[in-house]
């Protein structure tokens, strides 16, 4: 017995679909398609959960050291002259040295997190800003279900589509 469903499609093709449907699914928190799509969206949804969920609070916070530019007040870098050892003269950016709090994965997190983006696409919102769903998934969807063992989502029906009668569902994070 197959793992998945066909869906009538080739296997790059038939990922690609779910690729797509899974990372609408965790972008918008609902989507509309057939039952049979929606059946197997579905599965892999509620597993990237699960792995999400049970890697929730595995991290820990180090504080890293950043150098970063100085800034006049209209947001521009200040520049300082140096000179070089054969006696020429060039400008660089002013920098200081801060220490920012950062959180670290723990290694079975980030091969949850790794897991997780072989299903889910990056992509660009409306001003430009690449938005990656795996940071979504771990950071704001699984603290959610923290509690919960499973039934993440549900499947609601809406009848035949027009034009083929396939039966139409809406899946959606409960």
Same mark, same amino acid.
Do not use: C
């Given at each position: 017995?197959?793992e !998945?469903r /066909?869906?009538?499609?080739a #296997? %790059? !093709?038939?990922?690609?679909?779910l690729?797509?449907l899974?990372t *609408?699914?965790?972008e918008?928190?609902?989507?509309e398609? &057939?039952?049979?799509?929606? /059946?197997?969206?579905?599965?892999? @949804?509620?597993s990237?959960i &699960? $792995?999400a969920?049970?890697e929730? %609070?595995?991290?820990?916070?180090?504080?890293v +050291?950043?150098?970063?530019a100085?800034?006049d *007040?209209?947001?521009?870098? =200040?520049? /300082? &002259?140096?000179t *070089?050892k054969?006696g020429?003269?060039?400008?660089?950016?002013?920098?200081?040295i801060?220490?920012?709090?950062?959180?670290? %994965? *723990?290694?079975?997190?980030?091969? @949850?997190?790794?897991?997780?983006m072989?299903? =889910?696409?990056?992509? +660009?919102?409306?001003?430009?800003?690449?938005?990656?769903i795996a %940071? +979504? =998934?771990?950071d704001? $969807? @699984?603290p959610k279900?923290?509690?919960k063992?499973?039934?993440? #989502?549900?499947?609601? /029906?809406?009848?035949?589509r027009?034009?083929?009668?396939a039966?139409?569902?809406i899946l959606?994070? $409960?």
């Amino acid at each position: 017995m197959p793992e !998945q469903r /066909k869906l009538g499609r080739a #296997t %790059d !093709q038939r990922k690609a679909m779910l690729k797509g449907l899974v990372t *609408s699914l965790f972008e918008n928190g609902r989507i509309e398609t &057939t039952e049979a799509r929606a /059946k197997e969206v579905k599965n892999i @949804a509620e597993s990237l959960i &699960t $792995i999400a969920v049970k890697e929730v %609070d595995n991290f820990t916070s180090k504080p890293v +050291k950043i150098s970063v530019a100085k800034l006049d *007040s209209e947001g521009k870098k =200040l520049k /300082k &002259t140096v000179t *070089s050892k054969n006696g020429r003269k060039y400008e660089v950016v002013d920098r200081e040295i801060k220490t920012d709090m950062v959180t670290v %994965d *723990s290694p079975s997190r980030l091969h @949850a997190r790794k897991k997780a983006m072989s299903w =889910l696409y990056r992509f +660009k919102d409306a001003n430009g800003k690449n938005l990656n769903i795996a %940071d +979504k =998934l771990f950071d704001e $969807i @699984a603290p959610k279900y923290k509690g919960k063992n499973g039934g993440y #989502t549900r499947i609601y /029906k809406l009848g035949p589509r027009r034009g083929d009668a396939a039966e139409v569902v809406i899946l959606e994070l $409960i």
